[in-house]
């Protein structure tokens, strides 16, 4: 597995000329430890390339593998060999015994690199997959050209198909195997082609998925031919092609999403904003301002929500703590979008809301979690969020969980030291981070709580590149007019520094913790995920200090420190 980005290059190169009667797959799969199994295949993690040759020439199929034979080098098992046509398949080595799963089919336009970098990241060494296969299988032949009618083969515009499974003996894996796919399916996204492939399809598709899966013409003859011999959709429980008179409801349609979106926005009763006075909460308040025809912010204090907010927002005042406030302030409102503070009762807090939602019939919760965000993870504020996903995901509330890496309002809470000091002191040594500024974050989540598309979603967001603690001290300096130097300092000493400050120790050192991670690359890639949610760029960390440049400024500057201490930075 670990060899797992050669060996997609590889492939790719070699896949991408081979003639129609070779079809081949490559598949990161996580072997169980069966006693039935191979001894060198039982319970590893590995890259599988496979192929089918077909043609009258049985020794040219031999030759058309030996490049990946001698490309690769000595492989862990090599069966590639002739067989009889009633052994086929056999190649996948499915299991025979009846299996539950969960599964997930995309179609890719090509493996190029930043594809397969993706895919590596979300199912190769590290990854954490919980998955059986994520397999990625060449379209050639027939199924790589479009027939030019009717065809149960769909378009054929892609290259690859990609099919992801997962195994759900108990309900906890199902969890898991979900989130994963939905991680996975964030990463691939704009690397497919938005189509599908009827063979690989999910159990119980929307609409959508099957309408996905044909071109427009073929489409609309199989409507045709179901409004004549099926108009009242007896002969459902399939692929699913309903008549016109089940689509003309159907909202996951492509050319009536906008439509029903604006009508959403027209309609909708509410939209419930956790955590309101926030960063992030405030500005999805703001963002959803435009969007809906109620917000209500759940807030502590009525009085300085009402200073933020104007008389445009409905205030609820409440607390986490109080059970009978959570269950009154989700009366009535179709979405939640869910954010607490990081505290020891946040999964205590975050749950009830979850389960209140529930009983009140909330169509939709969005949840900021974070990137890491996974049970019994060594960053508490971490493994809070994976348990609160893992209680979302049980509910069956149709939910949507949005990961951000580090946020650039983080670095709020430096002002006051940059302002007299001139320096930036963290334990942030050799760290590359794709910082993301709470604004984006709170624009995705806007899009997330009144678009149609996006339940069951797990979306990674990112800002618009990995940069180092040292560039953001140059791009506060050039923006803030002042020379700000960075100060890598040790974690004993960060830790140290905090708790004279007043923090908490526990919470000092789960901050030092995630800049531990962070130090390791755990936030250095990057996602186009802001850009295909909002449809603009995120905005680069020189944006943040430019629209920040007056808390950083020297002491001196009598507006900017008043403005430094009266910052809201929670």
Not at 18 to 24: H, S, V, W
Not at 368 to 397: C, K, M, N, T, Y
Not at 488 to 502: F, H, N, P, R
């Amino acid at each position: 597995m670990e060899r797992a980005n050669e060996v997609l290059v590889r492939y790719a190169r070699w896949s991408a000329g081979l003639p129609d009667e070779m079809t081949t797959a490559i598949a990161f799969m996580n072997i169980p430890p069966l006693p039935r199994l191979p001894e060198p295949l039982r319970g590893k993690s590995v890259v599988v390339v496979k192929g089918c040759f077909c043609g009258e020439k049985v020794g040219a199929g031999g030759e058309l593998f030996r490049p990946v034979r001698e490309g690769l080098g000595a492989p862990i098992a090599d069966t590639f060999g002739e067989m009889p046509a009633a052994a086929m398949d056999a190649i996948s080595k499915d299991p025979v015994d009846p299996l539950g799963i969960v599964q997930h089919a995309d179609l890719l336009d090509d493996l190029l690199p930043d594809a397969i970098d993706a895919l590596v990241r979300v199912a190769g060494a590290g990854s954490g997959s919980p998955l059986l296969s994520v397999e990625v299988r060449q379209l050639g032949g027939a199924l790589a050209r479009t027939p030019g009618r009717l065809s149960p083969m769909g378009s054929g515009d892609a290259r690859y198909s990609l099919n992801a499974i997962g195994a759900t003996f108990t309900p906890k894996m199902a969890q898991g195997v979900q989130a994963h796919i939905a991680r996975l399916v964030d990463a691939v996204r704009p690397y497919a082609t938005g189509e599908t492939f009827l063979n690989f399809m999910e159990v119980d598709p929307t609409g959508y998925r099957v309408r996905a899966a044909y071109p427009p013409e073929d489409w609309e003859r199989l409507v045709a031919l179901k409004n004549s011999f099926d108009p009242k959709n007896i002969f459902r429980f399939n692929r699913n092609v309903p008549p016109s008179s089940d689509q003309e409801n159907d909202t996951t349609r492509p050319e009536v999403h906008e439509q029903t979106i604006e009508q959403r926005r027209k309609t909708m009763t509410s939209v419930l904003v956790t955590g309101a006075t926030g960063n992030v909460g405030s500005q999805v308040v703001r963002e959803l301002g435009t969007r809906v025809e109620t917000v209500r912010a759940f807030v502590r204090d009525a009085d300085r929500a009402a200073r933020m907010f104007g008389e445009s927002v409905e205030l609820a005042s409440g607390d986490f703590s109080d059970a009978a406030s959570v269950r009154r302030v989700v009366e009535g409102v179709e979405a939640v979008f869910l954010a607490c503070s990081n505290q020891p009762n946040q999964v205590e807090y975050e749950t009830r809301v979850i389960d209140a939602a529930k009983a009140a019939g909330v169509r939709r919760i969005v949840k900021l979690s974070a990137l890491g965000a996974e049970v019994e993870s060594p960053v508490a504020f971490w493994d809070w969020h994976g348990r609160i996903e893992e209680h979302l995901l049980a509910s069956g509330v149709p939910s949507v969980i949005l990961r951000p890496t580090f946020s650039m309002a983080n670095l709020l809470g430096s002002a006051g030291t940059i302002e007299h000091t001139g320096m930036l002191f963290l334990p942030a040594d050799g760290a590359n981070v794709a910082m993301i500024d709470h604004r984006d974050v709170a624009a995705s989540a806007a899009v997330a709580l009144t678009g149609e598309r996006h339940g069951g979603q797990a979306y990674t967001l990112t800002g618009p590149e990995a940069i180092t603690f040292e560039r953001v001290a140059e791009d506060l300096s050039t923006e803030a007019g002042r020379h700000v130097q960075f100060v890598a300092v040790s974690d004993e000493t960060a830790l140290q520094s905090m708790i004279e400050a007043g923090m908490p120790g526990f919470v000092a050192g789960q901050i030092v913790a995630v800049f531990g991670f962070l130090r390791q690359g755990a936030q250095d890639q990057t996602t186009d995920t802001v850009r295909t949610l909002t449809g603009h760029d995120p905005r680069a960390f020189a944006d943040f200090a430019s629209d920040h440049a007056r808390i950083f400024k020297p002491v001196d500057d009598v507006e900017a420190g008043v403005s430094a201490r009266s910052h809201p930075t929670n």
